[in-house]
């Protein structure tokens, strides 16, 4: 059986694109947990962008660089949500 917390533990993440949160980070969780949450997706995005680094995109390509940008974007924003769940525990220990 699924165990429901109550909502008060887990902080939004960002959503420039929607007016209201989706996904939520359990505040609760162990810092152990969200440290491999925010390894996993920095060291994600930073081979994903050496792999871009290294390749060579025509002039016409303005559309691949910014879905190349946006999905960065995403990535950094998540690890910074996530970033903020940790300073705030950290402040209230």
């Known amino acids: ?28 969780a162990p810092l152990r947990d969200l440290h491999a949450c925010l390894a996993e997706r920095l060291n994600a995005v930073l081979k994903y962008l050496d792999l871009i680094a290294c390749t060579s995109l025509p002039d016409y390509a303005e559309n691949d660089i910014n879905t190349v940008t946006n999905i960065a974007r995403i990535m950094v924003q998540d690890v910074s949500d996530v970033f903020r769940v940790i300073e705030r525990r950290g402040l209230a220990d």
């Not at 059986?1 to 909502?7: I, Y």
């Not at 008060?8 to 007016?19: G, K, N, R, V, W």
């Open 1 to 28: 059986m699924a165990v429901h917390k109550p909502l008060h533990h887990y902080a939004h993440m960002s959503h420039p694109a929607t007016e209201r949160p989706v996904l939520l980070i359990d505040a609760d």
